[in-house]
């Protein structure tokens, strides 16, 4: 996948959800709502070239309320976590005219991306203490050091990864992303960055009800790379003998070759 051409998932379920979604106003109000995402694959490929692209998933709300979908009192969150990694975050200081790593952080099970859609405005959602019990958000992301250290010197390292995640678009939001197609319908459109890293990404899907947390549903979202480059590295790792072997000799032909064209007569 290269480009900026939308990637589009569950286009194929989305009659499987209405199904499950129509009979919804027929069941009891002592049943609660639900939410369903769908994905028509598990898994998207894209080329070393990928250049970002949005990323959109489709989604039902199951025994939806009728009045409250009319008056808008649904909301829904969309968020596509990346894997989690260990992370080094390096502060550096002038000294003596030269730029020096003076101290650093290391933190583990750090999402390698953090990508969220909303129907509206955060703040117009639910309250914050909602959001710190769901640590829904890049900034509620527990960020856990790797060793005790000071608490001001964590949290100042902390914000300084946040930051820098939201700097290279790998942490991302988009305000009204979620947009209702019917009253149990919705679809969600999230950014995966140029710099997204393959691996299991996974797909979270947030239900509110007039501010309050009603459901959480997830699915889980393979990004693999594909074209040259893949299946180089696909034969580096399959049969690395032999890639060593022709690693070295292509080491050798481009040094003999470089001896022949710079050669002095």
């Known amino acids: 996948m290269s480009g900026r051409r939308p990637i589009c998932l569950a286009?194929?379920?989305?009659?499987?959800?209405?199904?499950?979604a129509?009979?919804?106003?027929?069941?009891?109000?002592?049943?609660?709502?639900?939410?369903?995402?769908?994905?028509?694959?598990?898994?998207?490929?894209i080329t070393a070239n990928f250049a970002g692209a949005p990323l959109t998933i489709f989604g039902a709300l199951d025994n939806a309320d009728p009045l409250v979908a009319r008056r808008g009192r649904y909301d829904v969150i969309v968020v596509l976590e990346g894997p989690a990694r260990p992370v080094v975050v390096r502060r550096k200081d002038r000294i003596l005219g030269m730029w020096i790593n003076t101290q650093s952080e290391v933190f583990v099970n750090v999402p390698v991306s953090y990508s969220m859609a909303t129907t509206r405005a955060l703040q117009d959602i639910t309250d914050p203490k909602t959001y710190r019990q769901l640590a829904l958000g890049a900034e509620r992301l527990y960020l856990q050091p790797?060793?005790?250290?000071?608490?001001v010197l964590i949290d100042e390292f902390s914000d300084a990864l946040r930051e820098r995640k939201r700097t290279t678009g790998l942490f991302n939001i988009n305000v009204g992303g979620v947009q209702f197609l019917s009253q149990n319908l919705f679809r969600?459109?999230?950014?995966l960055a140029p710099n997204v890293s393959v691996g299991t990404h996974k797909a979270r899907a947030f239900?509110?009800?007039?501010?309050?947390?009603?459901?959480?549903?997830?699915?889980?979202?393979?990004?693999?790379?594909s074209g040259f480059e893949q299946r180089i590295?696909?034969?580096?790792?399959?049969?690395?003998l032999f890639?060593?072997?022709?690693?070295?000799?292509?080491?050798?032909?481009?040094?003999?070759?470089g001896s022949v064209v710079f050669r002095r007569d």
Do not use: C, H
């Open 22 to 45: 129509a009979p919804a106003q027929e069941k009891t109000a002592a049943n609660p709502e639900s939410i369903e995402i769908g994905l028509s694959t598990d898994k998207v490929s």
């Open 11 to 20: 286009a194929a379920v989305l009659a499987v959800l209405w199904a499950d």
């Open 207 to 225: 239900l509110f009800r007039g501010g309050a947390f009603i459901k959480e549903t997830s699915a889980q979202l393979e990004i693999v790379k």
């Open 243 to 257: 890639y060593g072997m022709l690693a070295v000799a292509l080491a050798m032909l481009t040094g003999w070759g």
């Open 188 to 191: 969600a459109t999230v950014a």
């Open 146 to 151: 790797a060793e005790p250290d000071d608490p």
């Open 233 to 240: 590295f696909d034969f580096s790792r399959d049969y690395s």
